[in-house]
């Protein structure tokens, strides 16, 4: 009989899942897992609960949370000889990764495209010895997704990082940073930096617009020098995809990216703390096979 293990974080978003859970158990078990749950109680508890499903030979392990559960569920893979299937439950405040896998949040409707068993192997990156499915990257802007209290998100879901955002805008400083990525240089005053897997990013479903999700290659963005009326207008742009028209940003592709600077420079990665840069970011093509929509499966170059 196949093994499923839910790996599950019981305060993210409004704290729904954990009435569903039996209903959840139960509709794996009816389709021939056998399934049992881990609750997290702490940082990186999630990534020592993967660790031992696999060493414990799950087929399958279910992610229920939000980016920050994904994460850890990741690297307590990604290291790993045999790797299971992964399938997800949006159950945080954003869902980006969620969201760039066409998953919604309806909790039912997520455990159908499970059940579903259809499978991609997608990428992720890898920087300064931790993993990342989604996005990682620098800039006092970056910040947002860590220094917002986890009771605020749960209460006021995406309104608590503009809450955040608009008490932050006062400080937003230019740092220098240089920037290698496949051959090529940058070394300048930038905001901030983003190096994503998907397209969607920070709530912001069209920032990285070309981003796909198999092709080896990391989009990078990067937000020059600017001041805080051109930031606004840019910011506006980027909720309709339109930011890229703008001089101040640069978007390109990339495999391999390294980045340093002479200033302190928080890591983001996929909306916690990673730690500070330099750092050198890596892309593994196709390492992680998650369960995936029919969505997802029909968009071309997939």
């Not at 750092?279 to 998650?290: K, T």
Request: aromatic share 6%; charged share 25%.
């Amino acid at each position: 009989m196949r093994k499923a293990r839910i790996i599950y974080n019981p305060t993210s978003g409004r704290e729904i899942f954990k009435k569903e859970l039996p209903t959840v158990l139960e509709r794996l078990e009816i389709a021939g897992y056998e399934t049992s749950a881990h609750a997290t109680t702490r940082e990186g508890d999630a990534t020592d609960a993967a660790r031992a499903a696999v060493e414990r030979k799950y087929d399958l392990i279910v992610v229920a949370g939000g980016d920050g559960t994904i994460n850890e569920v990741i690297n307590g893979i990604a290291e790993q000889a045999n790797r299971p299937k992964l399938g997800i439950i949006p159950g945080g405040t954003t869902n980006d990764f969620a969201r760039a896998l066409n998953i919604p949040r309806d909790i039912q409707k997520a455990v159908d495209i499970i059940l579903a068993d259809q499978s991609m192997f997608l990428d992720i990156g890898k920087v300064n010895g931790h993993y990342f499915m989604n996005i990682a990257g620098g800039g006092k802007l970056t910040e947002l997704t860590y220094d917002v209290p986890s009771k605020l998100k749960t209460m006021l879901g995406h309104l608590a990082y503009y809450v955040k955002g608009i008490e932050m805008l006062p400080s937003l400083k230019p740092i220098q940073t240089k920037i290698e990525y496949d051959g090529n240089v940058i070394d300048e005053d930038i905001m901030l930096f983003l190096v994503a897997n998907t397209n969607s990013v920070g709530g912001f479903e069209k920032l990285a617009p070309d981003a796909k999700l198999n092709d080896g290659y990391f989009d990078l963005l990067i937000l020059r020098k600017t001041n805080l009326a051109d930031f606004i207008r840019i910011a506006t742009l980027a909720l309709r995809g339109l930011h890229l028209e703008s001089e101040n940003i640069i978007y390109v592709q990339a495999k391999n990216i390294n980045v340093s600077t002479d200033e302190k420079m928080q890591l983001n990665i996929d909306g916690e703390f990673g730690g500070l840069l330099p750092g050198e970011f890596v892309n593994l093509q196709q390492h992680i096979e998650l369960l995936v929509s029919d969505k997802l499966l029909e968009k071309e170059d997939y």
